[in-house]
């Protein structure tokens, strides 16, 4: 059972530079979320997606854009990445009956 | 926007002591998740509750909801070595957001 994969697991960019983070669960939910968790702030919702073709802002979404044209992937991009982007990325989903959410194991990312 | 507040920050009990984290909510909420975090991983579904008053028990963990909807305990009596991590309570408020607001965690700690 996979569930929530997301890759890479590590990634160092330089400031200016471009990434994007794949989340994949093949649970078949409809809802997905990306959060970032910093140290002492617990998570932050990036952007969430209630359904392929829609996305939705979270807390903290300016510097980051989503994508979900397939109902299993759910893309986080940077576009210009900065140092305050450095953090850990979950991303998360979980089906529009049920309560419980699975995450991903985080994606390590750091800006220098 | 919604605000979840969870206190202390951080907890070191000996092993055999009891644990108690507390969250508030600036809002009315839903229904309240709480999740355990190991060091290391990703969070992992606890438990939601969703009635005024409610309480529930997993073994040592007891849960519990305000009669105001609005703050919410885990307890844990008797800590061992393997309830290190860290615990975080979420919040889906009343107003028909579908995505969780989440506290800032307490980080438990036990010596053995």
């Known amino acids: 059972n996979a569930g929530v994969t997301q890759t890479p697991k590590f990634r160092v960019l330089k400031t200016g530079q471009s990434m994007t983070l794949l989340c994949a669960q093949d649970?078949?939910?409809?809802?997905m979320y990306w959060y970032r968790q910093d140290p002492g702030m617990g998570l932050r919702l990036i952007h969430y997606s209630v359904g392929e073709g829609t996305t939705a802002k979270g807390e903290v979404p300016d510097g980051y854009n989503v994508s979900r044209l397939k109902k299993q992937n759910f893309l986080l991009g940077l576009e210009s990445a900065a140092p305050s982007q450095t953090s850990v990325y979950f991303c998360?989903?979980?089906?529009?009956?049920?309560?419980?959410?699975?995450f991903g194991e985080g994606s390590w990312l750091t800006v220098v | 926007g919604q605000q979840v507040m969870q206190i202390p920050q951080y907890q070191h009990v000996q092993e055999g002591e009891d644990f108690t984290t507390y969250c508030n909510s600036s809002t009315t909420l839903s229904n309240i998740q709480w999740y355990k975090q190991r060091p290391g991983g990703h969070p992992v579904f606890l438990i939601q509750?969703?009635?005024?008053?409610e309480v529930k028990k997993q073994k040592r963990l007891t849960f519990q909801f305000g009669e105001a909807k609005k703050n919410s305990s885990l307890h844990i009596t008797a800590t061992q070595t393997t309830d290190v991590g860290t615990y975080f309570c979420a919040g889906r408020g009343d107003t028909g957001r579908r995505a969780l607001t989440f506290g800032s965690g307490t980080r438990l700690q036990v010596q053995p």
């Open positions: 998360a989903s979980r089906d529009s009956s049920g309560n419980t959410i699975y």
């Open positions: 509750l969703v009635k005024s008053g």
């Open positions: 649970m078949n939910h409809e809802y």
